[in-house]
């Protein structure tokens, strides 16, 4: 269903096929590993009306070239020859493909294949839900103790750390680690211990009670034990033009969105660790950084305070207030700050916006009654155990004092040798 093939062999393959996918792959390269299972799938239940090849995208670099692809793995669509759909790259859900194979067909056509989907079941001892430190500490553990473990993620695997530009603090490495390389090695240990991967998935539902999770649609895994491990989200302001601008001039993450801010202003709301860590990052990018604080000081670790303050870049305001976000032409944006001991209101202009305001659990898809603290946060015994009978819960997700790398890891750890220990009971 799949083949292989050479750009030599391109305009044959274009001109013999109406309709044809072609995945751009490399080695060594996560989302190509998470994307094959998915393409592979999807040969065998479209391969009758979609031709399915893949290339070396290293091999056949002046088609890879010559058709923009810039990262592994890129998909992309052609119809009649041509260029159709979106171009897929990254962490590629398999929904995405299916919308982009589904457009190429007509409406009865579809109806057809998706009437032959059958619904899969996959039998596992643990499921990892959510690929962060925890998850993965546990995943290691698990897999080293023989016991079979499918770690499910709808990102790919490494968490909020993977979005961290500098990790100084976590033992083991003298220099500091970019934070996407520390979830690289943690992921790449966790594969080798044995630890299978469902990543880049759509979690559908989550039934905690009857340990049964159903992913893109059609896979149902069933489980003796889960450990929820997802972690937390950054927090909404909540404030006018903050969900309009979200994306198109507001961001939550300096590691992904700082390079856009080269020699530009940028606004960042929040003054607690990692509004003034990230602000050391911004600033090797932006041109000014104003950052606006609600209380009257900095919460910010001393040492990351200091540097913050003698950086000639970052200007700091206490005792401010966001109250709106509005776009100002193409690409600026204003910001509308009160002075909460004045409560005069000020308009600043500026190129963009981080917020970094704290997190919030990502517990959306657990409907099951589990017990939480006031701010929804999983509550957990000493050893990780939820009020749900075999569901354990580790790192940020759980209410706790502390969430840091190295205390979601320690989650992790005790988590999967007391479920190990109880996978029978
Ligand atoms: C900007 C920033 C900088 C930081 N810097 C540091 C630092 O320098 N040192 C330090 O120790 N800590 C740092 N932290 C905190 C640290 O990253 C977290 O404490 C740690 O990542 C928590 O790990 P976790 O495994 O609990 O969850 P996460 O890292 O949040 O991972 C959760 C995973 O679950 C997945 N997930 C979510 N929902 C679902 C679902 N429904 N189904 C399947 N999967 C799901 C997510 O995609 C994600 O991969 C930083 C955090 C941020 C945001």
Not at 21 to 41: G, I, M, Q, W
Not at 76 to 90: A, D, H, P, R, S
Not at 168 to 195: C, I, R, T, W
Not at 265 to 289: D, P, R
């Amino acid at each position: 269903m799949l083949q292989e093939i050479k750009q030599a062999d391109f305009d044959n393959e274009l001109s013999n096929h109406e309709n044809l996918v072609l995945d751009f792959y490399s080695t060594e390269c996560p989302p190509c590993e998470a994307l094959a299972p998915k393409f592979d799938s999807l040969a065998e239940a479209y391969g009758k009306d979609v031709r399915f090849v893949k290339m070396f995208r290293q091999g056949n670099r002046e088609l890879a070239d010559a058709l923009g692809v810039k990262s592994s793995p890129t998909l992309i669509f052609f119809k009649n020859g041509q260029q159709v759909g979106e171009i897929l790259t990254g962490g590629i859900k398999k929904a995405e493909i299916v919308k982009n194979l589904d457009a190429l067909l007509p409406e009865d056509k579809v109806k057809q294949i998706k009437s032959h989907i059958k619904p899969t079941v996959t039998e596992t001892e643990v499921v990892i839900l959510g690929g962060g430190p925890g998850g993965l500490a546990a995943g290691i553990y698990l897999a080293q103790a023989k016991v079979d473990t499918l770690l499910i993620d709808q990102n790919l695997p490494g968490g909020q750390v993977s979005t961290t530009h500098r990790v100084s603090n976590y033992p083991g490495f003298v220099d500091p680690q970019p934070g996407y390389m520390l979830s690289h090695y943690m992921a790449e240990q966790a594969k080798s211990a044995g630890v299978k991967f469902k990543v880049a998935v759509d979690v559908n539902s989550v039934d905690l009670v009857k340990k049964e999770i159903v992913v893109d649609g059609f896979e149902t895994i069933r489980a003796k034990k889960i450990i929820i491990s997802t972690g937390a989200s950054p927090r909404y302001l909540n404030v006018e033009g903050e969900k309009e601008f979200h994306g198109k001039g507001i961001s939550y993450c300096a590691t992904c969105d700082a390079k856009y801010y080269h020699d530009k202003e940028v606004v960042i709301i929040g003054g607690g660790n990692t509004a003034v860590e990230e602000s050391e990052f911004i600033s090797k990018f932006a041109s000014k950084i104003t950052m606006i604080q609600q209380l009257p000081k900095l919460t910010a670790n001393k040492t990351a305070q200091e540097r913050c303050y003698n950086d000639p870049k970052i200007e700091v305001m206490l005792s401010y207030e966001p109250r709106g976000f509005y776009k100002n032409g193409a690409d600026k944006m204003s910001v509308k700050v009160e002075d909460l001991n004045t409560h005069e209101v000020k308009t600043l202009e500026t190129d963009g916006v981080f917020v970094f305001v704290g997190m919030k659990p990502n517990t959306d898809l657990i409907i099951d009654p589990i017990e939480t603290d006031d701010w929804g946060y999983i509550k957990v015994d000493d050893e990780m155990r939820t009020s749900i009978p075999g569901v354990y819960a580790v790192g940020d997700v759980i209410s706790k004092k502390y969430r840091q790398i190295t205390t979601a890891v320690a989650d992790g750890t005790i988590a999967s040798i007391v479920c190990a220990k109880e996978i029978d009971q």
